[in-house]
């Protein structure tokens, strides 16, 4: 009883590094795509989309180790809901990796020149708190911090405010000057995109709440 006890909690130890090494290489992909925007060679862009590929090699890599455990493991009560839960959270990151691979693509599409007359100063705003947010409802979910993950929800509506006021900004620029509607509304989309990373950090601090309370609370 005692060896499988201890073979279970070395597999939860495994897949939880899985997820944190997923985490750090979204939270890359997301500060690198951000940074395209301020950079005149897309080559950073594309590059951002090919590492896309590999977060969802991880992811997929993730999903196994979770579906072994539960398999060969046949985990009850909390160590069910860390596994659950670790599969939640993984998608969850997958897809803020998704919305990274987005902000690169759209990116690919601005004109270059219009970059620091459509928001780029915004949305690096918006960006460097969705980033902070992101590493902290991680931080909840490493260290299984509760208290940490329901902060997370104050943080989210912080970022939430910031991200809703920039599309009346770029409504103003465009206004201004009609030609830069569809490069002001390109910038508008990248905001949509950190505004969805957002959302799904908050997303994993709900999963950190489920494996301690076996509640699903709602931090949205």
């Known amino acids: 009883m005692h060896e499988n006890r201890h073979i279970l909690e070395k597999k939860k130890s495994e ?73 939640r959270i993984s998608d969850e990151i997958e897809r803020i990796a998704d919305h990274a691979a987005n902000i690169a693509g759209i990116r690919l599409k601005i004109d270059g020149a219009n970059v620091g007359r459509v928001g780029q100063i915004q949305v690096r705003e918006v960006s460097d708190r969705v980033v902070e947010l992101f590493e902290f409802a991680m931080g909840a979910y490493r260290d299984t911090d509760i208290e940490k993950a329901r902060a997370t929800a104050s943080r989210e509506e912080e970022v939430d405010v ?23 509304s390109r910038m508008m989309w990248i905001n949509h995109n950190l505004e969805r990373i957002a959302d799904r950090a908050t997303n994993i601090a709900e999963q950190v709440i489920y494996i301690v309370t076996a509640q699903e609370e709602d931090l949205n």
């Open 15 to 87: 897949l939880q590094q899985h997820i944190l090494m997923m985490a750090e290489m979204a939270s890359q992909a997301i500060v690198k795509a951000v940074s395209c925007v301020e950079e005149v060679d897309l080559r950073c862009a594309e590059e951002v989309i090919r590492s896309d590929k590999a977060i969802n090699h991880q992811h997929s890599h993730t999903e196994s180790t979770a579906v072994s455990i539960l398999a060969s493991q046949q985990p009850v009560a909390r160590d069910l809901r860390e596994v659950v839960a670790a599969m």
């Open 162 to 184: 910031l991200a809703k006021s920039f599309p009346q900004q770029m409504f103003k620029v465009m206004k201004e000057d009609p030609n830069l509607v569809e490069d002001g």
